[in-house]
């Protein structure tokens, strides 16, 4: 990269871990989502 | 002859929205990781080594379409919370919400990857110019929006100051993109124009165009998802929610979606 990998590959990296950081803060939230209708759906059945 | 009429409108209600949006995801997804793909091929493969700032040039790929990205999805934001606000819509309303995680993850991208640009190109890793000023505003626009609708509890109520914060901080659109024009700044003037010629490389200018893309369909990606997430939250008790598959464990749907 010329000398400027370390700012190259940080701008994609940075962009990486933010992009990836809000898919799997997306995935908890659907993990969350799906563990309270589990619950749910267990209280129901008493 | 028949003629065959979409009703559009049946689209404002989270019922009818819903399941359409649970379609459209697995498209986007797909088209994001192709283009993205693409992107990274034409970006570092392709497209030649600039002849005054050699390598580091390469970051106005993701820079520049994570700039835009920001300054659109706000726009965006405001007109979705602001006829959510007028017209009582609240899968509008939800929209903006939706909308106001990802706009402020993008406008942190274009900060960070522009101080990363910044301090090879011109020796500081910042300056307070009016682009960089403006655009670190609308990062705080966006913390406002998500930290104002996070401390009220009843949603309706949440939605209604969002619009109002989201609708004055608007201004600042304006301000960013003819920032570099009003007034003397560090940060360059726009490569790309509407009304004339780019003055960038045919295929420096294809690898921002697709980066651009692939940065545009993963945010309807993103946020399709996370506004069915904020459907299933706010209309849990909907008796139209109860009859739909609402969710399936992460890897379940994951399943779904291979086959």
Known sequence: MGGYGLYVWGSYGVTLVLLGGEVIMLWKRKRNLANRANVADYDSRD | MSQKTVN??????????????????????AIT??????????????????????????????????AWIGMF?????????????????????????????TGAIFTLISLVTGSLWGRPAWGVWWVWDARMTSTLILMFLYIGFISLQSSIDDPRR???????LALVGLINVPIIYFSVRWWSTL????????????????????AMLIFLAACWMYSIAVVLTRLRYIIQEREREAPWLSAEPVVKSPTAELGSWIS
Not at chain 2, 46 to 58: C, E, I, K, L, M
């Open chain 2, 187 to 206: 940060h360059q003037g726009a490569s790309i124009r509407i009304a004339s010629k780019p003055t960038i490389a045919p295929t420096m200018l294809a």
């Open chain 2, 8 to 29: 559009w409108y049946k689209y404002a209600a989270p019922a009818s929205f819903y399941p359409l949006a649970g379609k459209m995801i697995p498209w986007f997804t």
């Open chain 2, 33 to 66: 990781v192709v283009l993205f793909i693409v992107g990274f091929y034409v970006g570092f493969f392709v497209a030649p080594t600039d002849f005054q700032q050699g390598q580091s040039y390469r970051i106005i790929f993701i820079h520049v379409p994570a």
């Open chain 2, 158 to 164: 949440a939605d209604r100051a969002g619009a109002v």
């Open chain 2, 73 to 101: 999805l706000y726009v965006l934001m405001a007109i979705y919370a602001g006829i959510g606000w007028a017209f009582n819509a609240r899968l509008a309303s939800m929209m903006a919400t939706a909308i106001s995680t």
